[in-house]
């Protein structure tokens, strides 16, 4: 069955550490990948997908099929950053319908 | 705001009551899904409609639990006989028949049932 692993609930870094929230999956085929994140206050947005290959908020995330992760990145960590980040696929190739992660807590402190 | 709107955000109702969710999507979007999320948890999917279509039901979607979407447009989420495991934000989100596989969210409504 599908399903998306989120290890870490919460991830704390100090302002302009770098950041890795990690994600693995379990899918058979090709996945195509979300990050979601939702700030406070703020409804659930998404952040990226592994197909654009483009860099949100000096974000990014690199498919990996080998090791079946999407770990999201980013060089130098900002307080915004603080939010909920949540991973995403959808399952059996279904247009929309997504599995999440549970998600994990990113805090950056200043 | 031309985004998904959900309403009532909030809804307290006392155990066996009956509750109704509404979801208004982005207007050109003719898929629409619901979400339940709880504590510590990610979205969970519920079901999905494309214009008025049901086309998939998750088996957390109890007989308890009916959606409509009658004239694919707005949508509806009924929880009939609520029970306290009912407690949890209903998320709305829509998206277009084709576009990128984005999901745009509303901003929820939670329910807590005593």
């Known amino acids: 069955a599908q399903r998306v692993t989120q290890p870490e609930k919460l991830l704390s870094v100090f302002k302009g550490a770098p950041v890795e929230l990690k994600c693995n999956y379990s899918y058979s085929g090709s996945p195509e990948l979300f990050w979601y994140v939702q700030y406070s206050r703020q409804r659930l947005q998404l952040l990226l997908r592994?197909?654009s290959r483009e860099s949100i908020k000096g974000f990014t995330a690199d498919l990996n099929k080998g090791e079946t992760s999407f770990h999201l990145k980013k060089p130098f960590a900002q307080e915004e950053d603080s939010a909920m980040y949540y991973c995403?696929?959808?399952?059996?190739?279904?247009?929309?319908?997504?599995?999440f992660g549970k998600g994990t807590k990113l805090s950056v402190k200043p | 705001d031309t985004g998904v709107s959900q309403n009532p955000r909030h809804k307290i109702t006392k155990r066996g009551q009956n509750v109704t969710f509404r979801c208004d999507p982005i207007s050109e979007h003719n898929r629409l899904y619901w979400y339940r999320q709880t504590l510590g948890q990610g979205p969970e999917f519920l079901t999905y409609?494309?214009?008025?279509?049901?086309?998939?039901k998750s088996r957390l979607l109890s007989d308890r639990f009916s959606a409509e979407r009658p004239k694919g447009s707005f949508s509806t989420l009924e929880i009939q006989r609520t029970e306290q495991g009912d407690s949890a934000m209903y998320l709305c989100?829509?998206?277009?028949?084709?576009?990128?596989?984005?999901?745009?969210f509303g901003e929820g409504s939670r329910l807590t049932v005593l």
């Open positions: 989100a829509s998206s277009p028949r084709t576009g990128t596989g984005e999901l745009f």
């Open positions: 409609f494309q214009n008025e279509a049901q086309l998939e």
């Open positions: 592994h197909i």
């Open positions: 995403a696929l959808p399952p059996g190739g279904s247009q929309g319908n997504l599995i």
